[in-house]
């Protein structure tokens, strides 16, 4: 059985108790009779609009069609979303307020207020997530060690950005065009992006190529792929219409005047010093497919020299990269991926419990640094609750060697 149907009848059963629950609640409005009336009524009338939105949506096609349907799939079942989520938050939090039932004593009825008014704050942040937060944007300014970084690349300002999915936007490339006015007035020496630029596949990116190439740095603009990039996500007639669409994509970037690392590496150049920049291919926990190799893109191995890694998951740096792991001397790895599940409140993500490394700057000590930023675009929900889009500014500045791990 598919994962969205076992979602689907998930949704059926806690939805309609959440309505069910709701209902009773109403009974105990104080007043008089027609306004308990019209709010039966009210409640009634969205949670019918709301499943007649989850049943569209769910009916849409999710890996075939146009980039429209989709972002037709996903507005209306975030708009469902919307609803029944800001209705679980009344219902966890009225519940509390019927515990003194339990000890034969009245319910606390201001809790009863302060569910609902949590509920309606949920509502109202989610749309304002939907529609003002995800186009504005987070300038991150983050000064950072590399091993073995020669002196003359001390405070080398390295601009990250990730996770467009631009087909998300549709034509509509005015978010895309303001980004890179911001990144361009940042006057980094070197810009690099780290996977994801489509959903599903290369058809989404032609009205963003324009904006896109006007990125400009002395060192050049330099990208790889990530596991939205491969048309793993979109249902091809054939393997080779799959191999035309990689094809597309390759000749898109070398449009833009990017630079893509497919198991590669570029020597940035400083006057007589250099700087390899690893680009590594999705290496992905499951259910990410993995393409990528970090033994491929830099065969020398361990060599003294300055690098920068880009690796689109995380996970690749805590699984191969981090922690004593002695077949590398890579100083600081450059992820994405998480979006920091594009919902950050003072801090906390609920990234945190699939990834522990789910966006901001970590070290494991021994001279290995990684930073994740937490993209741009979206997927899935067309929303960041909190979370805003992300431009990371990075200052680069030599630090000691990696070093090996005292288990070694």
Excluded at 222 to 238: F, K, M, P
Aim: net charge negative; charged share 15%; hydrophobic share 45%.
């Amino acid at each position: 059985m598919r994962i969205p149907l076992i979602l689907l009848l998930i949704t059926v059963i806690i939805c309609p108790a959440i309505d069910i629950y709701i209902w009773s609640a109403i009974r105990r409005i104080d007043g008089r009779p027609d306004t308990r009336l019209w709010a039966r009524r009210c409640q009634t009338a969205v949670s019918v609009v709301a499943y007649l939105l989850l049943v569209v949506g769910y009916l849409l096609p999710r890996t075939e069609g146009s980039a429209g349907l989709l972002a037709a799939k996903m507005w209306l079942l975030f708009s469902f979303a919307t609803v029944y989520m800001s209705k679980a938050v009344f219902v966890l939090i009225d519940l509390i307020g019927g515990l003194p039932r339990l000890f034969g004593a009245s319910r606390w009825k201001p809790v009863s207020w302060v569910a609902a008014a949590l509920a309606v704050a949920l509502f109202g942040g989610m749309w304002y997530g939907a529609l003002v937060n995800r186009f504005r944007t987070d300038i991150k300014s983050i000064e950072v060690g590399v091993a073995n970084l020669p002196k003359s690349f001390d405070g080398f300002r390295v601009v990250q950005i990730s996770d467009l999915h631009v087909g998300t936007f549709g034509s509509d490339t005015s978010f895309v065009a303001r980004m890179v006015d911001e990144i361009n007035a940042l006057h980094p020496d070197m810009i690099v992006f780290t996977g994801d630029i489509v959903n599903r596949n290369s058809a989404e990116l032609p009205p963003h190529v324009a904006p896109l190439s006007r990125l400009s740095a002395p060192k050049g603009v330099y990208a790889i792929l990530g596991n939205h990039d491969y048309g793993d996500y979109y249902e091809w007639e054939s393997p080779e219409a799959k191999n035309r669409n990689m094809d597309d994509l390759y000749r898109l970037f070398d449009r833009m005047g990017w630079t893509l690392l497919l198991n590669s590496t570029a020597i940035i150049r400083h006057g007589a010093d250099s700087l390899a920049l690893i680009g590594v291919e999705n290496i992905g926990d499951p259910p990410f497919p993995t393409y990528g190799s970090l033994e491929e893109a830099y065969p020398q191995g361990v060599d003294g020299t300055a690098k920068i890694l880009l690796s689109h998951n995380p996970a690749h740096w805590g699984d191969d990269i981090s922690d004593g792991k002695v077949d590398n001397d890579i100083g600081l790895t450059l992820s994405g991926h998480t979006h920091a599940m594009q919902i950050e409140l003072l801090g906390l993500s609920p990234a945190v419990f699939r990834y522990p490394t789910w966006g901001g700057l970590y070290s494991d000590g021994l001279g290995r640094n990684l930073y994740v930023n937490i993209g741009a675009g979206t997927v899935g929900m067309p929303m960041r609750l909190g979370a805003t889009p992300e431009i990371t500014l990075l200052t680069l500045h030599p630090s000691p060697p990696v070093r090996a791990s005292t288990d070694s």
